[in-house]
């Protein structure tokens, strides 16, 4: 066995701040490619709900099918967050991440051929475990094309790309329902994903570099055991993404249904509605990481800047309470608008866990954070229907989600140490 090096380390002369190496000159390309992966994956994603009215009447589906249904290709993608972060640091980015949009799309596609219940939650359930390498395996992708001080705008890119796959997704989702019926649409939607994979595997290089290398495998287990303690740096970030998932699965769950029977906008309108702060979202946040990049490189510190900027994102979201408080339709659109910005976060959040943790656990950071936001991300929905069959009223919940912002700004302002790696050793 050869010891001291990984399957992706490279010579230094070849790492990507050498503006003369190959990878220096094709690491945007495989931003842009994370930014197609990060659409495609939304897009799979909102298929279900906006399919659900027709496969509940082709299967004859009770309330309780339905929520079985929907909620399990979240059992999957929470529990395998912490083994694909896992195996992100350890084996070859470029095949691992192949393999997984690979099973994603055909379990996407297979959901059009199920005829039974149990073989539609089988195939959400495939595609939970394939789309689970998204986060950890771009998060550690960027880390290791981009230096610290320069992370933030290509982190805010890739993941914006989930924003226009919720924006566009639902709009064209619902017209190939409409053209060619639900059966058909996942089949179209699933297989045609596959197209992504040939510029993936031209464009991504058969190496990374690797900021730090593993000499053994004991050595493996010890960066293992370091990750999985209690970590003040881990603590905070795992409270604070748990606390931004909560309030924008929320969002994603709730905001539709309040349009309608609160503000009683029809549901053709809401489609269009909705669609605008989930691009304001998405143009937030490379937004959000081009800023904080560009304070940073004018010299000031990175911590103060990343954190001020998350803290400044997250009391956007308190205009939640304006929006459900005024009676004229059109403001109360502008303050839901407005919310978006809390994108303005995510690239920051990113980086931080990318400064944060050991350079050969970043992957598995991310999968330990990913795993706590969608704990909070399925907390959201049940806690608000509870609160609003106890008062009759969207108010509560929208509050208790403010109360969830202004938690996880103390998460990341005050738990949350100085940016830099806990260990290099």
Partial sequence: MMRGRTPFSVAVDARPENPSSP????????VALLFSAAFINYLDRSTIGLALPAIAHDFHLRPIDKGTLLSSFFWSYTLMQIPVGLAIDRLNPRALFATLFALWS???????????LELLITTRIV????ESIYLPGATTIVSRLFSPAERGFPSGLFNSGARAGLAIGGPLIGWLILRCGWRDMFLLVGLAGLGWLVPWLIVFPRSLPAEHILSSESSLRSARRSALT???????????FFCLDYYAFLFLTWLPDYLVEVRHFSL??????????????????????????YLIRKGYDETRTRKAIIAIAFMAALLII????VKDQTLAIVFIAATSLIGLSTANVTVILQSCAPPSQIGLWTGIENCAGNLGGALAPILMGILIAKTNSYTPGFIVAC???????????????KLKPISRN
């Fill in 230 to 240: 209690v970590n003040r740096n881990l603590l905070g970030i795992c409270v604070g």
């Fill in 106 to 116: 055909l379990a996407c596609g297979l959901t059009g051929i199920a005829q039974t």
């Fill in 127 to 130: 595609l939970g475990i394939g």
């Fill in 322 to 325: 304006p929006a459900v408080l």
């Fill in 23 to 30: 990878l220096h000159r094709k690491r945007w390309g495989i």
């Fill in 268 to 293: 053709l309108s809401v489609g269009g509605l909705i669609a605008i702060p989930y691009m304001l979202f998405g143009a937030s946040e490379p937004l959000g990481g081009w800023i904080s990049d």
């Fill in 403 to 417: 109360m969830m912002m202004v938690i996880g700004i103390f998460a990341y302002v005050f738990i949350v140490g």
